[in-house]
C-alpha cells in the first residue's frame, strides 16, 4: 500500500466527511474521519502494517499519514481488528487539516444534505433484567464490604428499537450539539460520545483524565452546584475516584520521567451528568511506548472493571448477565509513529446491522457504601446520552 498526505483547503468538518457509513473519532472539531477500508488488521499487526504502509506525508503533523481506527474491546485479550480506511480527512487543534489517501482512493469533499427530520417510533426494553442488576450490585457492594476487592463496576444494557433505520450521520449530530466536549465516535456500528481520555500519546508526551464517581446534573446552575459540592464531599465517590487515579498512575508512571496530576479532582460536568475528574500528564521515557501499549496496559481501567482487576473481572462475569463486547473498552486511532488518542468507551450504542436496533450501555462503581438504588438511578441518568439522541426528532 502507498499513502499520499496533502494539506486540506475545502470547508467541510469531520462529521460531514465521515457521513452515514464512514468512520469518526472526533473532539471539539479536531480528530480523525475515514471512508473506505484499505485493510482490517488484527490488533497486534497494527503497528507493523502502518510502518510497512510507503507514505509521502506532505504535513508532516501528529495523526497525518497513514492512521488506523477502531474499538478495543472490554475483556483483556479478546480479538479485535482495527481499520486503516482508504482516504482520511484530519483536522488539528491549530486548524491544519488534510486528506490521506491510500492507493489512490479518492474522498467526496462535498457536504452531504442535512438529515431531515424524522418521524419513526421507536420501544424502549431492558436487555439484562433490572432484577439481575440490582442483585449484582449486591453482590459487588457485599464483596466489598467483606474485604474480597475494593470496587467492580456493574453495568446493565437495554435496547432501542425502530421502526425504520435510525440515521447515524443524525445521532453523531444530535450528539455534537449536546456532548461537543466528549470525544464522538463511529466505527462499525459502535456510536457514542464519551467523555473520558483513556490516554493520548502526542511526540513523548502522554495524557489520561480518568473520571469516576458521579452525580446529575438538572439543568439549573443552583441545584446543580449543590450536587457537585456533595459529590466532591462523598466518602463513596472520592474512594471510587481515587482507586482509577492510583492505578492509572501506577500504570504509566514505569514508561515516564515522571507524572503530574491536579491534587484534588475537578468537577467535569457533561450535558447530564457531571463527574470527578483528574488530569494526569508526563514526558515519556525514551524509547517511547507505542500508544497501542498503554491502551492494552490501563483497559479496562478501575473506572470500567474494578480493583483488584482479576478479582472484578471474575466476578463481573458471574454476576452482570450480559456480554459487554466493546463497551467498556477503549476507542481511539493511532499513527504511524505510534501516536494516538483513545477514550474510554462508554455513553455509546450498538446498531443492529439493519440499524432499527441499539444495544445501549452504562454502569457505575460500585464500593461498599454504595446503594443498589442509587447506582440503578445513576444508570438511568448515564443512559440519557445516547436515548435522547436516538430518539429526538
Known amino acids: 500500500m502507498r499513502a499520499v498526505t496533502r494539506p486540506l ?18 473532539r471539539d472539531g479536531v480528530g480523525l474521519a475515514g471512508r473506505g477500508v484499505a485493510a482490517r488488521v488484527p490488533l497486534d499487526s497494527v503497528a507493523d502494517t502502518l510502518t510497512r504502509i510507503e507514505h509521502d506525508d506532505a504535513v508532516g503533523i501528529t495523526g497525518s499519514g497513514p492512521v488506523a481506527l477502531g474499538v478495543v474491546p472490554f475483556r483483556p485479550g479478546a480479538p479485535t481488528e482495527l481499520i486503516i480506511p482508504s482516504v482520511v480527512m484530519g483536522r488539528s487543534i491549530d486548524g491544519t487539516a488534510w486528506l490521506t489517501s491510500i492507493d489512490g482512493a479518492v474522498g467526496d469533499l462535498t457536504p452531504p444534505p442535512t438529515p431531515p427530520p424524522t418521524s419513526a417510533s421507536f420501544d424502549v426494553r431492558p436487555g439484562v433484567a433490572v432484577d439481575t442488576y440490582l442483585a449484582a450490585v449486591t453482590a459487588a457492594r457485599d464483596a466489598a464490604r467483606a474485604g474480597d476487592l475494593v470496587k467492580t463496576v456493574i453495568a446493565r444494557d437495554v435496547y432501542v428499537e425502530s421502526d425504520r433505520p435510525i440515521d447515524v450521520h443524525a445521532v453523531l449530530l444530535r450528539l455534537r450539539a449536546s456532548f461537543g466536549s466528549s470525544y464522538r465516535y463511529s466505527i462499525d456500528g459502535f456510536v457514542g460520545a464519551s467523555p473520558e481520555l483513556l490516554v493520548e500519546v502526542h511526540d513523548g508526551l502522554v495524557r489520561s483524565h480518568p473520571l469516576a464517581g458521579t452525580a ?32 492509572v498512575n501506577e500504570t504509566l508512571l514505569p514508561w515516564c520521567s515522571y507524572l503530574d496530576w491536579e491534587p484534588e479532582p475537578q468537577i467535569v460536568p457533561v450535558a447530564n451528568v457531571q463527574h470527578l475528574g483528574t488530569r494526569v500528564e508526563g514526558p515519556l521515557s525514551r524509547p517511547w511506548p507505542h500508544v497501542l501499549d ?80 442509587a447506582e440503578l438511578a445513576e444508570t438511568q441518568a448515564k443512559f440519557q446520552a445516547m436515548l435522547s439522541a436516538l430518539v429526538r426528532p
Open 216 to 247: 446529575p446534573r438538572t439543568g439549573d446552575p443552583a441545584t446543580d452546584a449543590r450536587l457537585a459540592e456533595e459529590l466532591i464531599a462523598s466518602t463513596k465517590n472520592q474512594v471510587e475516584h481515587r482507586i482509577v487515579i492510583d492505578v
Open 294 to 373: 498503554l491502551v492494552r496496559a490501563l483497559s479496562p481501567t478501575p473506572a470500567l472493571g474494578g480493583h483488584p482487576r482479576e478479582a472484578a473481572l471474575a466476578l463481573i462475569d458471574r454476576v452482570e448477565g450480559f456480554d459487554r463486547g466493546r463497551y467498556g473498552g477503549a476507542v481511539g486511532w493511532v499513527d504511524v509513529h505510534g501516536n494516538g488518542t483513545w477514550a474510554v468507551a462508554i455513553r455509546c450504542a450498538e446498531f443492529s446491522d439493519d440499524r432499527r436496533t441499539a444495544r445501549l450501555f452504562a454502569g457505575g462503581g460500585i464500593v461498599g457504601q454504595s446503594e443498589p438504588l
Open 9 to 26: 483547503e475545502a470547508d467541510i468538518t469531520l462529521d460531514a466527511f465521515a457521513r452515514d457509513d464512514g468512520v469518526l473519532f472526533v
